[in-house]
C-alpha cells in the first residue's frame, strides 16, 4: 500500500524525501560557495565594477524567475527525476564555466545557466507534495527550506576555505599544470563537484515520484508562468500589501547582501575568504533565529508584531552598515581575549547581527501572515505569487543598489535599503485592522511552487 496514492511505499517515500533533501543541499552549497567570490573576481576583469557586480547576482536570479515554474510544468509531463538530474547536470557545467572564465561575458553565461538550472527548486518541492500526505506536507517542505539555509551556512565557509593561499597552493601542486587553480577558480570547481555529487545521488538512489500515466497525461496549460501568478495577485487586494512587502524586503535585502562584501572589502580591506567568513556567520544566526528564536516568539507574540519587530531590527541594521566603523570605534578591543575579535570587528559583527535577526523574523512570520490570509484551496497559490514577487526583487535590486554604490558612494545602498524598509512598517502595521482571511483568485490554483 502507497502512503500518497503516487506508486511510492513507506520506506521508498522516505528514502526520497532523503535524497531530495540531500541534492538541494548540494546544489545550494555550489551557489553558497560561490557568492563570496562574485565580487572580487568580476573586479579582477575589466570593466568590472560594482554595478557589473549586482547585474551578475541579478542576471540568476532572473533566471530562475523566469525558469522554476517552466521546469515545474516539464516535470509534471517527464517525471520529477529526470528534471532534476538534468538541471543539476546544467549546474555542473554552469560552475565549471565559471571557474575556466577569462572575459566577464563567460561570467554572465555562467550565471544565466546556473540561474535557470536553479529554478529546480519548484521541481524538489513537487517531488515533496507528490509524495506526502496533505497533513504531513507543510513539515516536509520545511526540511527542504532548511536544506537550502544548511546550504548557505556551510557553502561560504568552504569557500573561505578554498580561496585561502595555502590551501589554493596545495591543490596547485597535487594537479596537472593544465588546470587552472586560483583563489577564484577553486571554490568554483568545487561548486561544480557539489552538484555532480547531486547527479550521482540523484541517479543511484532517488526514486520517480510521478507515476507514468500521469506524467504522460500532464499538459502545458497545469502551470501558469510566474508572471501571470504576479498579474493575477496584484490585482487581489487581500493579497496586495503582502506583496508590496515581500517585494519591498527582498529588493532591499538582496542588494545589501550583493553590495556587502565590496563594502567590506573596500572600506576593511577584507579578502574573499575573510568575506565568506563573514557570511558563514550570518548564515549561522539566520539558522539559529529561524530554526530557534522565532518559535518561541511566536508562541506569545502575534506574525504582525513579529513582522513589525523585525522590520525594524532591518531597518536600523541595514542603516547602520555604512557606520560600522565608527561603532567599532567606541567598543573595546578583545584581542587579548580572542586574536582576531579586534574592535573593527566587533563593531560590524554587532550591526551584522541584527540583518539576519530582523530578516529571520520577517520572513517566517510574513509566510505566517500569507498563510493566515489565504484559505485553504488557494495557499499553494498564494505562497507562489509572494514567493514570485521576492525572486523579481531579487533581479531589479543587486544592479540598482550595485549601481549606487558605483556612481554615489558605498553608504548610498545601506541608506536607500533601509529608506525602503520603512514602507513595510506602515503596511503590515494596516494588516492588524484588516480582515484575516481573504480569497485571492489565482489564474491557477494549486500548482505555483
Request: aromatic share 10%.
Amino acid at each position: 500500500m502507497t502512503d500518497t496514492g503516487t506508486g511510492i511505499t513507506g520506506s521508498r517515500r522516505r528514502r526520497g524525501l532523503a535524497v531530495v533533501f540531500f541534492v538541494v543541499f548540494l546544489d545550494l552549497l555550489g551557489f553558497g560557495i560561490i557568492i563570496p567570490i562574485l565580487p572580487y573576481y568580476t573586479r579582477t576583469f575589466p570593466g568590472g565594477t560594482e554595478f557589473v557586480i549586482g547585474l551578475l547576482a541579478a542576471s540568476y536570479s532572473a533566471m530562475q524567475f523566469v525558469f522554476a515554474p517552466l521546469l515545474g510544468s516539464l516535470s509534471d509531463r517527464v517525471g520529477r527525476r529526470p528534471v532534476l538530474v538534468v538541471s543539476l547536470c546544467g549546474s555542473v557545467v554552469a560552475w565549471t564555466v565559471f571557474g575556466l572564465a577569462d572575459a566577464l561575458w563567460l561570467l554572465f553565461l555562467s550565471r544565466l545557466l546556473a540561474g535557470a538550472m536553479g529554478g529546480n527548486l519548484s521541481t524538489a518541492q513537487a517531488y515533496v507534495a507528490d509524495v506526502t500526505p496533505p497533513e504531513r506536507r507543510a513539515a516536509a517542505l520545511g526540511f527542504i527550506g532548511a536544506a537550502f539555509g544548511l546550504g548557505f551556512i556551510f557553502g561560504p565557509g568552504i569557500g573561505a576555505v578554498l580561496s585561502f593561499d595555502a590551501t589554493v597552493a596545495a591543490v596547485d601542486g597535487l594537479l596537472p599544470a593544465a588546470v587552472p587553480i586560483s583563489r577564484f577558480s577553486l571554490p568554483s570547481f568545487a561548486a561544480a563537484a557539489a552538484s555532480l555529487a547531486g547527479v550521482v545521488v540523484a541517479l543511484l538512489f532517488l526514486p520517480e515520484s510521478r507515476p507514468v500515466s500521469e506524467s504522460a497525461g500532464a499538459t502545458a496549460t497545469e502551470r501558469t508562468s510566474s508572471f501571470t501568478q504576479l498579474r493575477t495577485a496584484v490585482s487581489t487586494p487581500g493579497l496586495r500589501p503582502l506583496l508590496v512587502a515581500f517585494f519591498l524586503v527582498s529588493f532591499a535585502f538582496s542588494g545589501v547582501q550583493v553590495m556587502f562584501v565590496p563594502y567590506v572589502a573596500d572600506i576593511y580591506g577584507y579578502t574573499a575568504a575573510q568575506s565568506a567568513l563573514l557570511l558563514t556567520y550570518i548564515g549561522v544566526v539566520a539558522v539559529i533565529t529561524q530554526g530557534v528564536l522565532v518559535g518561541r516568539l511566536s508562541a506569545r507574540y502575534s506574525p504582525v508584531r513579529l513582522s513589525l519587530f523585525g522590520t525594524a531590527l532591518l531597518v536600523v541594521g541595514v542603516g547602520a552598515i555604512p557606520i560600522s566603523r565608527p561603532i567599532g570605534s567606541v567598543l573595546p578591543d578583545l584581542t587579548a581575549l580572542v586574536p582576531f575579535l579586534s574592535a573593527d570587528l566587533l563593531g560590524l559583527l554587532l550591526v551584522l547581527t541584527l540583518l539576519p535577526l530582523g530578516n529571520g523574523v520577517l520572513s517566517v512570520t510574513l509566510t505566517a501572515l500569507v498563510s493566515q490570509r489565504a484559505s485553504a484551496a488557494v495557499q499553494g497559490s498564494a505562497f507562489g505569487v509572494t514567493q514570485g514577487a521576492g525572486s523579481l526583487a531579487r533581479t531589479v535590486g543587486p544592479p540598482v543598489m550595485g549601481g549606487l554604490y558605483f556612481a554615489v558612494g558605498f553608504w548610498s545602498p545601506f541608506v536607500v535599503g533601509s529608506v525602503l524598509l520603512l514602507p513595510v512598517l506602515w503596511l503590515v502595521a494596516r494588516l492588524g485592522t484588516t480582515p484575516d482571511t481573504y480569497e485571492p483568485r489565482p489564474a491557477d490554483p494549486g500548482h505555483a511552487r
